[in-house]
């Protein structure tokens, strides 16, 4: 069943974060490998901004709809980032602003030619861009829920275990509007399947990866998509990439993780 924009907005919203014991890591911290995650995270979330600003210069932004989506999606990711902060600076770590102002410096080169580029292939693909962009925003929001989930199980901290229910919920909303829009959209255009299909097989990489260093992209994978259990929350992604139309097969996760996990020894 299609997801609509209004039954998207009914619920979008700021992170409730109310009742959640912060302080509390002070007498029970995360460990060093959890840490690292949410270092991982909070910088992605952060980042959310920069990748609606390049959204904006391609094709989706004639789409109300879509735009209507983004917009709500990059600020309940803003408050997704801004509660993973509260959980580092209780362990006496760097941040919010001043964390997210360091990375986006020294980025600053590399995000000014991935705008130019990323305007100039969505030119070329025209109205099947939006297809391709609600599929990968599926694949992604999957893949994000899941570390999420991850993180919780491999942790077993209680204060942390609630704090990310509730960002999955809100991550789950947007599963549900990224996936509908994307099965419709393809499900209307063989042009859009295939240039979609071609794009995830050559060009998708594990969420973050073109902003944090390989070793912690390879880190991660280790970590949270490790082992029997990992695999197989890897494998049900895998699963429901499959039931896009045009995109069965691709095996985008557990092929991904398998390469970055070999990619560089875990420190």
């Not at 969420?207 to 260093?213: E, F, K, L, R």
Request: proline share 3%; glycine share 8%.
């Amino acid at each position: 069943m299609r997801t609509t924009i209004d039954s998207y907005k009914a619920r979008a919203g700021r992170l409730n974060t109310d009742g959640i014991d912060f302080e509390g890591f002070k007498d029970y911290p995360l460990s060093a490998e959890a840490l690292r995650s949410l270092r991982y995270m909070h910088d992605i979330e952060h980042h959310t901004i920069c990748y609606l600003r390049d959204l904006l210069l391609t094709p989706a932004h004639r789409d109300a709809e879509v735009t209507s989506f983004l917009a709500c999606w990059a600020f309940e990711e803003l408050w997704h980032g801004e509660a993973i902060a509260d959980v580092l600076e209780a362990h006496g770590e760097s941040a919010g602003a001043p964390r997210v102002a360091n990375l986006r410096e020294r980025r600053k080169w590399r995000d000014t030619m991935e705008v130019a580029s990323h305007f100039g292939a969505s030119t070329l693909a025209g109205a099947s861009f939006v297809a391709l962009h609600m599929s990968w925003g599926a694949v992604n929001e999957w893949t994000t829920q899941a570390g999420y989930a991850r993180l919780a199980a491999r942790e077993a901290n209680p204060v942390l275990t609630e704090l990310l229910k509730r960002i999955m919920k809100q991550e789950g909303g947007h599963i549900d509007f990224y996936a509908s829009e994307a099965a419709r959209r393809l499900g209307e255009s063989k042009k859009a399947q295939k240039l979609t299909r071609f794009a995830l097989k050559h060009l998708w990489r594990p969420v973050g990866s073109g902003v944090m260093p390989k070793s912690e992209v390879a880190f991660l994978c280790r970590f949270l998509f490790g082992g029997s259990d990992g695999r197989a929350v890897a494998e049900r992604i895998d699963r429901r990439v499959d039931k896009l139309p045009g995109q069965d097969g691709l095996g985008l996760l557990t092929t991904a993780i398998d390469n970055f996990s070999r990619l560089t020894p875990a420190a």
